[in-house]
C-alpha cells in the first residue's frame, strides 16, 4: 500500500491574532491543497484573506498551529530558510504587482531566478530565453520586453506579474486579487493563460479574490467565511501591504 502524496501546502489549527489585539482574526481547523490543484477562496475585503495568505506564504508566523509547505512546517525554520523555502518554491502574484519600475520587463520576470538557484536552474540554461518564452506566451508585445514596466498598460503588467511568478517552475502560486484592477475582458484572458502555463507544468494555484465572476476558472472554490471560525479580520494595518512587502524582502534577504 502506497502512502498519499504529501501536499503542497497544509495548514492545521491555525489560529493568528495581531499584536495588541485581544481576540485572533483566524481561526481554520484544516486547509488542503494537494499538487496540481487550482483552488478559488472567495471573501468580502477586510475578511482577513490577505493575512490568511501571509501565514500560508510564510510571511507571518500564526499564533497556534502550523503551515506546512511540502511538507516542511514554516515554524520550525530560521527566518533564513524560511525565505528561502518560500523563494525557491512559491511564486506570488500581487494585487498592485510589484514590478520594479527601473527593470526592464524581460529583467523583472528574471527576478527569481537572482533570488532562488533552484528556480534558476529550473529555468535552464539560458533564463533568458525562458522568459521570453513566457512573456510571450502570455502575450506581451515583444517590442516591450526591453523597456521600462511603467510603459505598460495595467492588463499587461499583470500578466507581467504572472510572468515572473511562473518562471522558474514554483511547485505553488499564491495570487492575491490578481484580477481586482482589471477589466471583464483582460480578467478572463488572464486567467485562461495563466491556467494554460500551469496545465504544462502541473502547478499548484491559490487564489484570493472578492470576485465572484473568477469561480468557472476554477475546480475548486471556498468561501473563507466556511473555514474562518472568526468573523472578520481585526488587523491594526492597511491589508493591502502585507504580503508585497513581507514577500519582497524576504526574496531580498535570499
Not at 67 to 95: C, E, K, P, Y
Not at 133 to 146: H, K, R
Amino acid at each position: 500500500m502506497t502512502n498519499p502524496p504529501t501536499p503542497v501546502l497544509q495548514a492545521t489549527g491555525l489560529t493568528f491574532a495581531w499584536k495588541g489585539q485581544p481576540e485572533p482574526c483566524l481561526q481554520i481547523d484544516t486547509l488542503t491543497l494537494q499538487g496540481g490543484e487550482q483552488m478559488l477562496l472567495l471573501g468580502p475585503s477586510g475578511g482577513g484573506k490577505s493575512t490568511l495568505l501571509g501565514l500560508l506564504g510564510g510571511v507571518l508566523q500564526p499564533t497556534q498551529g502550523e503551515v506546512q509547505l511540502l511538507g516542511q512546517t514554516f515554524s520550525g525554520l530560521r527566518a533564513s530558510a524560511r525565505d528561502r523555502l518560500r523563494a525557491n518554491h512559491v511564486g506570488f502574484i500581487f494585487q498592485q504587482f510589484n514590478l520594479v519600475p527601473y527593470l526592464s520587463l524581460e529583467d523583472n520576470v528574471l527576478l527569481p531566478c537572482h533570488f532562488s538557484a533552484v528556480r534558476r536552474q529550473r529555468a535552464g540554461s539560458n533564463p533568458r530565453a525562458t522568459a521570453r518564452e513566457l512573456l510571450q506566451a502570455l502575450e506581451l508585445p515583444a517590442d516591450a520586453w526591453q523597456r521600462p514596466v511603467t510603459g505598460l498598460s495595467v492588463g499587461q503588467q499583470q500578466r507581467a506579474a504572472a510572468a515572473r511568478a511562473l518562471i522558474g517552475h514554483p511547485e505553488l502560486l499564491i495570487a492575491d486579487e490578481p484580477t481586482s484592477a482589471l477589466d471583464s475582458i483582460n480578467r478572463d484572458r488572464l486567467m485562461q493563460l495563466l491556467m494554460a502555463q500551469l496545465k504544462k507544468t502541473g502547478g499548484t494555484l491559490l487564489v484570493v479574490s472578492h470576485d465572484e465572476q473568477l469561480r468557472p476558472h476554477f475546480g475548486r472554490v471556498l468561501q473563507l467565511a466556511d473555514i474562518n471560525r472568526v468573523a472578520g479580520d481585526t488587523r491594526p494595518a492597511d491589508p493591502g501591504s502585507l504580503l508585497p512587502a513581507g514577500a519582497m524582502s524576504a526574496s531580498v534577504r535570499e
